[in-house]
């Protein structure tokens, strides 16, 4: 678990957009052997989370949204050393944003965490046509896909994106997350039959150890 003065210290540093600042503090856990999965959870996660609050509340611009995602995007490479050394299990997971989806750091950290559990994560990216993502799932075969949402409004995008991907592949595995959900259409995502709602990387991470 992640202190509370850093936490705070890192997310007066992010909102400032320091960058060398949220480096060195990212660093600094990294150097302690921090898991990865709290690092996302109780530090990248819980921010991006309080910064989109932030914004929908007239608190900081748009701009100040943008910086601090970009920030925490690249701070993500920062794991990569420790996020391949699991022994790989041949099991793929292809993971993407909804189309209109722009914010693409929840379902990076999503790709990151199928790489720790030894799995393939085929980030895909952010606004990806319906049509690229069910060639590219006919090319990889993966074992699970994954589809993630920010923005509540972009919902029917989504919507049309499961209903591509359960009639050309029907009993492939579909998880949907993204911030976007908590503020509503879990009741929705929950009609499609073999889509599961993920709520948490730490759901998704007990879902993964039980495959």
Same mark, same amino acid.
């Given at each position: 678990?992640?202190?509370?003065?850093?936490?705070?210290?890192?997310?007066?540093? &992010?909102?400032?957009?320091? #960058?060398?600042?949220? #480096? /060195?503090?990212?660093?600094?856990? *990294? /150097?302690?052997?921090?898991?990865?999965?709290?690092?996302?959870t109780d530090l990248?996660?819980?921010?991006?989370?309080?910064? !989109?609050?932030?914004?929908?509340?007239?608190? =900081?611009?748009?701009?100040?949204?943008?910086?601090?995602?970009?920030?925490?995007?690249?701070?993500?490479?920062?794991?990569?050393?420790?996020?391949?050394?699991? $022994?790989?299990?041949?099991?793929?997971?292809?993971?993407?944003?909804?189309?209109?989806?722009?914010?693409?750091?929840?379902?990076?950290?999503?790709?990151?965490?199928?790489?720790?559990?030894?799995?393939? !994560?085929?980030?895909?990216?952010?606004? *990806?046509?319906?049509?690229?993502?069910?060639?590219?799932?006919? /090319?990889?075969?993966? $074992?699970?896909?994954?589809?993630?949402? +920010?923005?509540?409004?972009?919902? /029917?995008?989504?919507?049309?994106?499961?209903?591509?991907?359960?009639?050309?592949?029907?009993? *492939?595995?579909?998880?949907?997350?993204?911030?976007?959900?908590?503020?509503?259409?879990?009741?929705?995502?929950?009609?499609?039959?073999?889509?599961?709602?993920? +709520? +948490?990387? $730490?759901?998704l991470e007990k &879902? =993964?150890?039980?495959?």
């Open positions: 678990m992640i202190e509370e003065r850093l936490y705070q210290d890192y997310l007066k540093a &992010l909102l400032a957009g320091k #960058r060398s600042q949220c #480096r /060195d503090m990212v660093q600094r856990l *990294l /150097d302690t052997n921090i898991e990865l999965r709290t690092l996302f990248f996660q819980r921010t991006l989370y309080e910064v !989109g609050e932030l914004w929908e509340n007239n608190r =900081i611009t748009v701009a100040n949204e943008h910086l601090a995602t970009s920030i925490t995007e690249s701070l993500l490479n920062l794991a990569y050393p420790a996020l391949f050394a699991a $022994d790989r299990s041949g099991k793929k997971a292809v993971i993407s944003c909804s189309a209109n989806e722009f914010h693409q750091v929840g379902g990076k950290m999503v790709a990151d965490i199928f790489e720790l559990n030894g799995w393939e !994560g085929h980030f895909l990216g952010a606004n *990806l046509p319906h049509d690229e993502l069910s060639r590219f799932i006919q /090319d990889v075969q993966p $074992d699970v896909v994954g589809l993630s949402l +920010s923005i509540i409004a972009n919902l /029917d995008n989504l919507k049309r994106g499961i209903e591509v991907v359960r009639t050309n592949f029907p009993k *492939l595995d579909l998880l949907i997350g993204g911030q976007a959900f908590r503020w509503g259409g879990i009741d929705v995502i929950k009609s499609y039959p073999g889509t599961e709602y993920i +709520s +948490s990387l $730490d759901k &879902l =993964i150890k039980g495959k």
